[in-house]
């Protein structure tokens, strides 16, 4: 055997996973398929800034306990998310006095009105708006299913949007000072010092299992390499667990128990197009007299591609981010790169009235393509009608040998962010060690 436990993947709940494991003085190896660790934590540096361009994560949403904790052994600021929001109408851009979309998706999906059925949030959202409840709260909820959840609503499921709402999860919070691969970085190298054996470039494509034994077959680089242990925690994303149409990414001999193929079919990946505009200046903070100097977040009008953008406040940097969730997302996802770039920078044009300055600000764009990276196929999952008990049961082990873990495994209302995938980790790095009877954990 190769090692004891084997993680596939090495995004927050692998590296989570396996430092938990390795303190429990179990032999770990991480197979990680790409040259780089944190998977859908993906900061790329900008020269000559502070703060990166976040790819995939960025903030730190609500408590996120784990998070903070491991900011605080790695020294690293949480800085709070600041700033106005600021919304185009018919009649302008204006400061919005109430900004807090999630508290108005929490009054509409866990308040009064609350659905009781097994229904979509686009069936339960046209009721409301039949019942001619307050429209802009109705219109506030439907922007946060599909830009925060990244969900269509017309297929996502009312009552696990109302259960997350209800776990604390907040759409704001923080960011790690200097974005989040420092963490990322000090995870790894914690893991490490517990003897854990990280092996990028490293892609599993066949699971073998029989219980108390595991084969992996798969590439390192471009040798075909098998490896084996007496368990394994598989971190891998929905989208890739489930394959492609055409065949699945990675093979599972003996095939995934109906219970949790079942599970598979109510999670989906949602769709997020996200791009970092880099500027020459923070123009945005000169235009119009100065008024959105302490802007945070600006909402666009309902026919724009871009939903949303945001500044970095309270740092004042040279970048906006623009940001197109769930349908919005999927109208984007088949334009070319260049294309989507054009339809970020004309939406903000129109934003600020100014699209000349835009363009002549505009330096150049950041963006991944997490639809189409193959060990990702989506950006985070959420759950279908009648999926309530998919990610319990895609969370759940398998004869005490194959063990789950990731955002679309976490049961607290957390699915989606770092710091749920970080919880699942220690979840299934708990489970291991008691399937293996490993003794209690050391260090901390
Ligand atoms: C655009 C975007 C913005 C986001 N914004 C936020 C945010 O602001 N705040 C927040 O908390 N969360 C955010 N999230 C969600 C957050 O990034 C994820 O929930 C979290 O990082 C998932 O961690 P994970 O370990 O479950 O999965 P991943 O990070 O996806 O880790 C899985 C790992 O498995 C690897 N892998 C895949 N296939 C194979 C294979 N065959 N063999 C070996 N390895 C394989 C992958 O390369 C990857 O490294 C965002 C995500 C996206 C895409």
Known sequence: MDADVIVIGAGAAGLAAARSVARRSLNVIVLEAQDRIGGRVFSHDIPGSAVPAELGAEFIHGPARETMALLRSAGIQAVEVGGDTWALDESGILRLEDSDFMAAARSV???DHASLQD????????????????????????AFVEGFEAADPEIADVGSIADELRSGVDAGGARPSGGYRPMFDFLAAQCQDEGVQIRLSSTVRRIKWQPGFVTLEGNAGHNAVMWSARAAIVTLPVGVLRGTADEPEVAVEPSLPAVKQEALRYLEMGHVIKVVLQFRTPFWEEIHGGRYRNAGFFRTRPNQPFAVYWTQLPLRVTHLVAWAG????????????SAIVEQALEGLGTLFGEPALVRAEFIEAFMHDWDADPFTRGAYSYVVVGGAGARAALASSIAGTLFFAGEATSIDGQDGTVNGALVTGERAAEEVAAALHAPATRGA
């Open 109 to 111: 999906f866990t308040g």
């Open 119 to 142: 229904e979509s949030v686009a069936t339960f959202l046209a009721r409301l708006e039949g019942n001619h409840t307050n429209q802009d709260l109705v219109h506030k909820a439907r």
């Open 326 to 337: 769930g349908p919005k997302a999927v109208a984007l996802r088949n334009s070319s790169p």
